[in-house]
C-alpha cells in the first residue's frame, strides 16, 4: 500500500481565507529549559486541508460528528482542470466534458492547479477558479458523495456565488473538502482510486483540518 498526500501544510503565517484570522503558531514550551516543545495554535477550523459539513452553510444542516467517519471515504475521480485561469467558473458544461465515468456515489476532486499558487496574493486569495452554481447542481444530479479543490473555497471569494454553490453542495448532504494539493504522480493514477479524508473529531463542529489522501494499492 501507498499513500499520496494530497494536504496542504499549516504553519506560522500560511496562507489562508482572509475572512479569517491569520494563522499563528507560537511555541509555550521549548527546549532545554522545559525538556518539552507544544506549540499554540490560533486559526479557524476551516484552515489549510479541511471538511465542510452542512452546518458551515444550514442552521439545521449535519454537523461533522453527525457524518459517518465510513463517508469521508471512499472512491474518487479527478476532473483535471489544469491551466484553468483566474476567475475561471467551473460550469456543468465543463464538468460533463472531464467527468465520463460514473460519479454514483464517489468523491469529485476538482484540479485546477492553483494548489501550486497558494501565497498570501491577491491573485490567490481574491481570484481562484470556481465551481460555478449550476457545476454544483450537476454533481448532485449525479449523485455524487462529496466534492473537493485545491483552494480554500470550492466557490471563490465572492457572493452571491458562493454562497449558492455551498448552499447546493451542503443541502443536498454533501461535504466539501478544500485546501488540496496534487502532486503530479496522482494525475497517473487509474481512476477511480481509494481516497480518504477524515477530519479531527471536533465535537459539533461545522469544519475540520484533515489529511486527505489516495490509498494505492
Known sequence: MRLIDLSQPLFDGAPNCPAHPPVKVDIIADHPQVGWRVELLTLASHTGSHVDAPYHKLADGANLDQIPLERFAGPAVIADFRGAIADEALTADKLAAKLTLPLTDR??????GWGKKRA??????????YLAPDG???LVANQIRAVGIDHYSIAGSRDP??????????????????????????????QPFEF????INFRGFTGAFCRPVAVIR
Open 107 to 112: 468523491i469529485v476532486l476538482l484540479a485546477t
Open 120 to 129: 498570501k496574493t491577491d491573485e490567490w486569495l481574491q481570484h481562484p477558479p
Open 136 to 138: 454544483a447542481e450537476w
Open 161 to 190: 456565488v458562493n454562497s449558492q454553490t455551498h448552499t447546493i453542495l451542503l443541502k443536498a448532504g454533501l461535504w466539501i473538502v478544500e485546501e488540496l494539493s496534487f502532486p503530479e504522480e496522482i494525475f497517473d493514477v487509474p
Open 196 to 199: 480518504m479524508s477524515l477530519p
